[in-house]
């Protein structure tokens, strides 16, 4: 069928996506000459399935092909899970996120650490005096000092103004994972260089 605008496509699929319990990461278009490609990025507590995602595909493949549009061109349809290197902007990429290593950047500073667990209050969190109350907050596991080893630092998320899950290509220090609790259930190992799961529909 015809591809739609962007904004079109991110109304068409967001009711697939939701009527199976997944969150709507992201969705773009990719031009390609005469074929281009629609993705559409979910994902939810506790992982995506592959047969989640190709139960999902289905769907938002019926709800691209029932729409009216107008444009000619043709569009291949991928629907897949966040990957290596995906930038974490929600609480929730956060929680998922426990166990990865991340970079982070904040208005003063720029360094490496390992994603612990995320809490709603701030209690006790090392923020500027006052910070008390002013949303989540994530504990990080640090090595500042190898002579040291890895310690916990905890930062508020509204601090943070950049964050990329960092690709690892061997098991973190057990330590490390130690301090951060885990890794969230469901989730692949760090160590793994691509986790995302993705399901490619025919041209349409």
Same mark, same amino acid.
């Given at each position: 069928m015809p591809i739609p605008s962007i904004e079109r496509v991110s109304q068409l699929v967001a009711d697939p996506v939701a009527a199976? @319990?997944?969150d709507l990461e992201? $969705?773009?278009l990719i031009a390609a000459?005469?074929?281009s490609t629609v993705r559409v990025i979910v994902d939810r507590e506790g992982g995506v399935s592959l047969d989640a995602i190709a139960d999902v595909s289905r769907d938002i493949s019926a709800a691209l092909d029932a729409a009216d549009e107008s444009d000619d061109d043709a569009y291949t349809l991928e629907v897949t899970t966040p990957g290596i290197n995906r930038p974490l902007t929600? *609480?929730?990429h956060w929680r998922r996120a426990r166990g990865r290593k991340v970079r982070v950047r904040t208005p003063t500073e720029k360094f490496d650490a390992r994603v612990g667990e995320v809490s709603e209050g701030s209690e006790g969190a090392e923020g500027p005096e006052g910070s008390e @109350? !002013? @949303? *989540?907050h994530v504990a990080l596991v640090v $090595?500042?000092?190898p002579k040291v080893g890895p310690v916990l630092r905890t930062v508020l998320l509204s601090e943070v103004t950049e964050a990329v899950v960092k690709v690892e290509f061997s098991p973190p220090n057990p330590r490390e994972l130690e301090l951060a609790g885990g890794v969230t259930p469901g989730r692949p190992t760090p160590g793994t !260089?691509?986790?995302s799961i993705e399901v490619e529909e025919a041209d349409k």
């Open positions: 199976h @319990g997944l992201d $969705v773009s000459g005469t074929q929600q *609480p929730r @109350g !002013e @949303g *989540p $090595v500042a000092d !260089e691509d986790d």
